[in-house]
């Protein structure tokens, strides 16, 4: 068999041993033992984990690195609404794209090869932002799958020149829709609204929903009605929904089943969850994380996703995703390691379900793969371990050298 690319000894995921990979026209054509092939390029893993690259479901590249242009003073949601608003005026076209291609740069380097970003649309970010993002779509589309959701972050009803502006994005090349009631003064008009531009687009939906410690505050029943109502299950996702953090098992879990009835997916943010959460605690400090890998077990499709990055919503950040496994373990004191499994799963093929992508390291699957430094997934989130290289549809579209240490390392 001639093929244009063999990976030897590539550990993957429920295999005992390390395994071979061959890769042909981008795709891959044959997985097994010691493969016997003529290859073009062979790379030896050496033992490395190989999948098909992390996948983060929930991303705001357009407000991304713009701590110099905020203050935050409270460290609350309706300062980081604010203060965001307000930067978001001012930004250009070069500027967004210049700070998104940055983030997506970072990304590819720890290894994730798909991702939704949200890309506000508004009467002050004008669709500036939005041609932004569809050119850093195309620039690095040669190693990453963006999907681009026109969202709508400060209301919908009261602006009504938005509606018209989400209905030129999704004209225009925006893959799904993004609504965000809470900021709205009417909620459930403004899921009403989404749903009905979503449908005349035949697009998917994704929320941002619930985000308080209030379970009485809630727009779930409107959203899982309306999701009935449309016939949407399997085609909306809400984020945060960080209310479910405080319930009690049982109520959780009631709550989870009605959630996985309708077939709505649930991403988790935890980084932002973490910072803006509980503000209101001189003490003991709630950590607003909704506990996803629970959800799993009531039926719902749920994800771990990094959201914001160096802005008023989340100072913090670098885009890696093996990092936000990371925090969300520790922080929901996980450590056996099924639970690490599912994790991980949270960061990539779980991921990858709600963004409806083709991913799965499976013969005729395209050959998009990443290495991490660690045997296993549950040693790449223990240790965040770094991605050595990744290729995409068969291409390499990155590489990452091991540290090296001069000098005499046994003194
Ligand atoms: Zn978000």
């Known amino acids: ?80 609404v604010r203060e965001t608003a307000k930067a978001k005026a001012g930004f250009s076209e070069e500027d967004v794209f210049e700070r998104a291609s940055a983030v ?3 990304a590819i380097f720890h ?8 890309v506000e649309i508004d009467p002050r970010a004008g669709m500036r932002s939005f041609q932004a993002i569809k050119r850093v779509r195309e620039q690095f589309a040669f190693a990453i799958d963006l999907q681009i959701c026109a969202f709508v972050q400060e209301g919908l ?32 008009e403004h899921i009403r609204r989404i749903f009905a531009l979503a449908r005349k687009h035949d697009v998917d939906v994704d929320f941002h929903l619930d985000f ?26 809400v984020g945060h929904v960080t209310n479910l953090s405080v319930l009690d098992p049982t109520e959780r879990s009631a709550l989870a089943r009605k ?20 503000r209101d605690h001189q003490s003991n400090i709630p950590r607003g994380v909704t506990p996803a890998h629970l ?23 670098d885009a890696s995703l093996s990092r936000m496994a990371n925090l969300y373990a520790n922080v929901t004191q996980l450590c056996r390691d099924e639970d690490l499994e599912e994790v991980f799963a949270m960061v990539s093929a779980r991921a990858a379900a709600i963004m409806r992508a083709d991913y799965g390291l499976t013969v005729g699957a395209p050959a998009d793969i990443v290495i991490l430094d660690a045997p296993d997934q549950q040693t790449a989130i223990r240790s965040i371990a770094p991605p050595l290289a990744g290729w995409k549809a068969g291409k390499k579209t990155f590489v990452r050298s091991r540290s090296h240490m001069f000098g005499n390392p046994g003194v």
Not at 214 to 233: F, H, Q
């Open 1 to 80: 068999m001639l093929v244009d690319l063999v990976f030897r000894n590539a550990q993957l995921a429920g295999l005992p041993g390390p395994v071979d990979i061959a890769v042909k026209h981008g795709r891959i054509v044959a997985i097994g033992a010691n493969i016997r092939c003529d290859a073009i390029t062979e790379e030896d893993v050496e033992g490395n984990f190989a999948f098909p690259g992390f996948v983060d479901s929930h991303v705001h590249l357009d407000k991304a690195s713009i701590l110099e242009r905020c203050t935050i003073c409270a460290g609350t949601l309706e300062e980081a």
């Open 157 to 188: 009803t009261q602006e009504p020149e938005t509606e018209e502006m989400l209905d030129e994005a999704l004209r225009t090349g925006a893959d799904l829709i993004g609504g965000c009631p809470y900021t709205d003064p009417r909620p459930e």
């Open 295 to 317: 959800l799993l077990a009531d039926g719902v499709q749920a994800a771990i996703a990094t959201n914001n990055i160096l802005n008023p919503f989340t100072p913090f950040g």
């Open 111 to 118: 290894g994730t090869t798909r991702m939704r970003t949200f």
């Open 104 to 106: 997506v740069r970072q």
């Open 212 to 237: 308080s410690l209030d379970p009485a505050k809630t727009d779930l029943p409107a959203v899982i009605e309306a999701t009935r109502e449309n016939d949407y299950g399997g085609r909306v996702t």
């Open 259 to 278: 959630i996985a009835q309708a077939g709505i997916a649930v991403t988790v943010l935890p980084a932002t969850d973490l910072f803006l959460m509980g």
